[in-house]
């Protein structure tokens, strides 16, 4: 039997997300400000301790803007000498003559898969985006058209296919066997991919209107006079070398003993932060200096790049305030009861409960991780249930409905320059697209193993 309180606490956090998308949404308020103050509205109404409040909000937006900061600031410096030079448009051409205009969705769909498999959604992104830009700009087509396949190639891979952190993780603790798991996870991700991205980007594109004007987009556009364009080869080295070095950061402990100095060197260089620091650096020697320009001009091209990024990094750190507010509320927890209580199959447990903290969290990697933890225990005492399709399933739970408490929401609908509500139409639809789909494709699997 679920207790009151739970209920309570479940109805109130259900009340303000409502609140949050309706005050934002509808009445236009500083989205900034309403995550604030809704936040502390639901911390006072659970019943939190006074005195923790604005701690536990402060902590979750520190937590938040302690790695998003970083890479939304170098993967915009990035995309930046991308666009300065040339690059972007190069590797836009490419795509475009090797795929068409009519089918260059598909290949955002696939460079998302790629890029996407060592990094995470965010630096993925970031890496990416001023492509997506540029593809639109120069196909004339919709950016959802374009950048929705690319998101959706990029949220696949994160929540579904190791060795991503989380998902590698779930491999543990559900003791799973490593290359059997990658394997189911590209089963299930390819069509959940093409389902959620080129197919439904084609569906909901003519009915998405988007501003004309979009700052981050003319953050990306080139100036000035045109000019011979870098070599496809060292555009794609620049972008893909970050990629290469978190690739190379997850085969560490293969690589060198565990422990040692050079294991620790190749975990260093290998994390996303100093991956993108030497991503950035390079580029100002391959689509800077090798370009001809100047050390003033790529510090100007840096300074320019920032200045767009304060928004963004604040609404991202304040959904991670609001969604900490939910963990330290309890909702978190009546969310575990409400799901331990509910009598289903473990496949459709796992997913449940990792939906569940989706939902209330705002973020996959806690999703995943605590639903996962909880479901272990339960799985092993539970006869005819593959642990690599548990793995699959708690992920697919972990990435559906990606709303304002999600600091991936705050990144598409600010580059995107949409608004809430068309944000929900087209990101959130896509998270919830993957995550049923995939869900669908594991049961059918486990229903053939």
Same mark, same amino acid.
């Not at 902590?59 to 993967?75: D, E, F, T």
């Not at 296919?161 to 290359?179: F, N």
């Not at 991503?279 to 200096?289: A, E, K, P, Q």
């Given at each position: 039997m679920?207790d009151?309180?739970?209920?309570?606490?479940l +109805?109130?956090? #259900? /009340?303000?997300?409502?609140g949050?998308?309706? @005050?934002i949404? &509808? !009445?236009? $308020?500083n989205?900034?400000?309403?995550l604030?103050?809704?936040?502390?509205?639901?911390?006072v109404?659970?019943?939190?301790?006074?005195?923790?409040v604005?701690?536990?909000?402060e902590?979750?937006?520190g937590?938040?803007?302690?790695?998003?900061?970083?890479?939304?600031?170098?993967?915009?410096?990035?995309?930046?000498?991308?666009?300065?030079?040339?690059?972007?448009?190069?590797?836009a051409y490419?795509?475009?003559?090797?795929?068409?205009?009519?089918?260059?969705?598909?290949?955002?769909?696939?460079?998302?898969?790629?890029?996407?498999?060592?990094?995470?959604?965010?630096?993925?992104?970031?890496?990416?985006i001023?492509?997506?830009?540029?593809v639109a700009r120069?196909?004339?087509? +919709?950016?959802? #058209? /374009?950048?929705?396949?690319?998101?959706?190639? @990029?949220?696949? &891979? !994160?929540? $579904?296919?190791?060795?991503?952190?989380?998902?590698?993780?779930?491999?543990?603790?559900?003791?799973?066997?490593?290359?059997?798991t990658?394997?189911?996870?590209?089963?299930?991700?390819?069509p959940t991919?093409?389902?959620?991205g080129?197919?439904?980007?084609?569906l909901?594109?003519?009915h998405?209107?988007l501003?004309e004007d979009?700052p981050?987009?003319?953050?990306?556009?080139?100036?000035?006079?045109?000019?011979?364009l870098?070599?496809?080869?060292?555009?794609?080295?620049?972008?893909?070398?970050?990629?290469?070095?978190?690739?190379?950061?997850?085969?560490?402990?293969?690589l060198?003993?565990?422990g040692?100095?050079?294991?620790?060197?190749?975990?260093?260089?290998?994390?996303?932060?100093?991956? #993108?620091?030497?991503?950035?650096?390079l580029?100002?020697?391959?689509?800077?200096?090798m370009?001809?320009?100047?050390?003033?001009?790529?510090?100007?091209?840096s300074n320019?790049s920032?200045a767009?990024?304060?928004t963004?990094?604040?609404?991202?750190?304040?959904?991670?305030?609001?969604?900490?507010?939910?963990?330290?509320s309890?909702v978190?927890?009546?969310?575990?009861?409400?799901?331990?209580?509910?009598?289903?199959p473990?496949?459709l447990?796992?997913?449940?409960?990792?939906?569940?903290?989706?939902?209330?969290?705002?973020?996959?990697?806690?999703a995943?991780?605590?639903?996962?933890g909880?479901?272990?225990p339960?799985?092993?005492?539970?006869?005819?249930?593959?642990?690599?399709?548990?793995?699959i399933?708690?992920?697919?739970g972990?990435?559906?409905f990606?709303?304002?408490?999600?600091g991936?929401f705050?990144?598409?609908?600010?580059?995107?320059?949409?608004?809430?509500?068309?944000?929900?139409?087209?990101?959130?639809?896509?998270?919830?697209?993957?995550?049923?789909?995939?869900?669908?494709?594991?049961?059918?699997?486990?229903?053939?193993?």
């Amino acid at each position: 039997m679920i207790d009151q309180h739970s209920i309570f606490l479940l +109805s109130s956090a #259900l /009340v303000a997300v409502i609140g949050l998308i309706v @005050l934002i949404a &509808v !009445f236009k $308020l500083n989205a900034f400000i309403t995550l604030f103050v809704t936040s502390l509205s639901l911390a006072v109404v659970t019943g939190m301790p006074v005195q923790s409040v604005i701690h536990s909000f402060e902590a979750g937006l520190g937590g938040i803007l302690g790695h998003i900061a970083i890479v939304v600031a170098l993967g915009t410096m990035l995309g930046k000498m991308m666009a300065e030079s040339g690059g972007a448009d190069r590797i836009a051409y490419t795509l475009i003559r090797l795929f068409g205009e009519k089918r260059v969705h598909w290949a955002m769909m696939v460079i998302g898969l790629v890029v996407g498999l060592p990094a995470f959604f965010e630096v993925g992104f970031v890496l990416l985006i001023p492509i997506a830009f540029t593809v639109a700009r120069r196909t004339k087509t +919709s950016l959802i #058209l /374009v950048g929705l396949p690319m998101v959706a190639g @990029l949220s696949v &891979v !994160f929540g $579904l296919v190791p060795p991503h952190p989380a998902a590698a993780l779930a491999v543990t603790i559900y003791k799973a066997e490593m290359g059997r798991t990658i394997f189911y996870a590209l089963l299930v991700g390819l069509p959940t991919a093409v389902i959620a991205g080129p197919l439904y980007a084609k569906l909901i594109a003519p009915h998405i209107q988007l501003a004309e004007d979009n700052p981050m987009a003319a953050q990306f556009a080139r100036h000035g006079a045109e000019r011979r364009l870098p070599g496809f080869g060292i555009t794609l080295f620049t972008i893909l070398f970050p990629v290469v070095l978190m690739m190379t950061g997850s085969w560490a402990d293969s690589l060198a003993a565990p422990g040692s100095v050079l294991n620790k060197a190749i975990h260093l260089i290998g994390n996303d932060d100093m991956a #993108l620091l030497v991503g950035v650096l390079l580029s100002f020697v391959t689509l800077g200096r090798m370009r001809g320009f100047s050390r003033e001009t790529i510090l100007q091209f840096s300074n320019e790049s920032l200045a767009p990024t304060a928004t963004i990094t604040l609404l991202v750190g304040a959904g991670g305030g609001f969604g900490r507010i939910l963990q330290d509320s309890g909702v978190s927890q009546a969310i575990v009861e409400v799901a331990m209580h509910s009598h289903v199959p473990l496949l459709l447990l796992a997913w449940l409960l990792a939906a569940m903290m989706r939902i209330a969290t705002g973020s996959a990697t806690v999703a995943l991780t605590t639903a996962a933890g909880i479901v272990a225990p339960i799985a092993l005492h539970t006869a005819g249930i593959r642990p690599e399709l548990l793995v699959i399933a708690t992920g697919a739970g972990s990435l559906i409905f990606s709303h304002v408490n999600d600091g991936g929401f705050w990144l598409v609908k600010e580059y995107f320059h949409m608004t809430v509500a068309q944000t929900l139409k087209t990101w959130s639809v896509v998270e919830t697209i993957i995550s049923v789909t995939a869900l669908g494709l594991t049961a059918a699997l486990s229903m053939m193993t």
